[in-house]
C-alpha cells in the first residue's frame, strides 16, 4: 500500500492541517502517517491559540516514522517557528521520504498568522532547497519572492516563474484568491516546472466552506506521487499529477457547501465519495 507523510500541525476544528491531510490521504487509498508540529485551538471562525511542538521531540516523530516505515511521497505544512523548521530540514535532508511537497502555510483562512515572521527565512532557506513541489497561495508567493501580491494571472504565472528560477524548485502558485480580472469565473492555478509553465482551471465555487483547501490540494498531490512514482532518477510529472488532484478539491469543495459545520469557514467534504456511494 503506498504511504504518505505529513509535518504539519493540528486543527481542532477537523477542518484543515493534519486532520485535513490524513483525511485526503484515506480518500486516495493512501496510508497516512504523521508528524506533529504544533497544536492549534481552533474552529470555523479562527484561531484561538498556537502551541509549538518542541523542535527536538518534532525531530524525535519524523526519525521514528522514517525509522520503520518506507515513505512513498511527503507533504509539509505548517510549521510555526524556526526552530521547528530546521529541525524538520536536518530530518529531511539526512534521508529522503518520496517526493516532497512544501505547503508554506503562513496564514489560516480566517486570517490568522500560522507562522512566526522568523521562520519565514528559515523555510526560505533550509526547506525549498528540499522540496520537489512548494505550493503557495498568492500571498505566500510574494512573501517567499519579498514582493507584492499578484492581481492578475499574468502575474501569477511571472511569479511562480520567478520562484523556480531563484530555488530550482517546481511551483504550484494557487490562484485562489485572485477574484476576476484576468481569471474570468474560474480559479486558476499556474504549476511552473523545469518542463515548462501549465495553467490549471477550475470553475470557481461559490462557497463559505473553504477552510482546508490548500492542505488539501497539497496532500492529495503528495498521495498522488505515491500512487504514481516516478521512474528512478526522474522528477515526477506534475502536470500529471495535478489533474487529479485538482479535481479531487473541486469535488471535495462541493459537496463540503452541503456539510454546514460550524458558522465561519466550514471544512470541505474530504469524504464525499463515500456519502455519494450510500444506498
Known amino acids: 500500500m503506498p504511504v504518505a507523510l505529513t509535518v504539519a500541525g493540528s486543527d481542532s476544528g477537523g477542518g484543515a492541517g493534519i486532520q485535513a491531510d490524513l483525511k485526503t490521504f484515506a480518500a486516495h487509498g493512501v496510508y497516512g502517517t504523521s508528524v506533529l508540529t504544533a497544536l492549534t485551538a481552533q474552529n470555523t471562525r479562527g484561531v484561538h491559540g498556537v502551541l509549538p511542538v518542541p523542535a527536538d521531540f518534532v525531530r524525535r516523530q519524523l526519525d521514528a516514522v522514517l525509522d520503520d ?9 505548517m510549521l510555526a517557528d524556526a526552530e521547528v523548521v530546521r529541525a524538520v530540514a536536518q530530518g529531511l535532508g ?38 520537489d513541489l512548494v505550493t503557495p497561495n498568492v500571498p505566500e508567493a510574494a512573501v517567499l519572492l519579498g514582493t507584492d501580491p499578484a492581481t492578475s494571472v499574468a502575474q501569477c504565472r511571472e511569479q511562480a516563474e520567478e520562484l523556480l528560477r531563484r530555488s530550482g524548485t517546481a511551483v504550484l502558485l494557487k490562484g485562489g484568491h485572485l477574484d476576476g480580472g484576468d481569471s474570468g469565473t474560474d480559479s486558476v492555478d499556474v504549476l511552473a516546472t523545469s518542463a515548462g509553465t501549465v495553467l490549471v482551471r477550475r470553475e470557481r465555487v461559490a462557497t463559505t466552506a473553504t477552510h482546508g483547501t490548500g492542505c488539501t490540494l497539497s496532500s492529495a498531490l503528495a498521495a498522488q506521487a505515491a500512487l504514481h512514482p516516478a521512474p528512478a532518477g526522474a522528477d515526477p510529472d506534475w502536470a500529471a499529477l495535478l489533474g487529479p488532484a485538482r479535481d479531487y478539491l473541486q469535488a471535495a469543495l462541493l459537496a463540503g457547501a452541503r456539510l454546514s459545520i460550524g458558522s465561519g469557514h466550514g471544512p470541505l467534504d474530504h469524504a464525499f465519495a463515500l456519502r455519494e456511494d450510500r444506498p
Open 94 to 131: 539526512s534521508r529522503r521520504a518520496g517526493p516532497v511537497v512544501l505547503d508554506p502555510v503562513m496564514v489560516a483562512t480566517s486570517g490568522d498568522a500560522l507562522l512566526d515572521p522568523d521562520a519565514v527565512g528559515a523555510v526560505r532557506e533550509l526547506l525549498l532547497p528540499l522540496a
Open 69 to 77: 516505515i518506507a515513505v512513498d511521497a511527503t507533504k509539509i505544512g
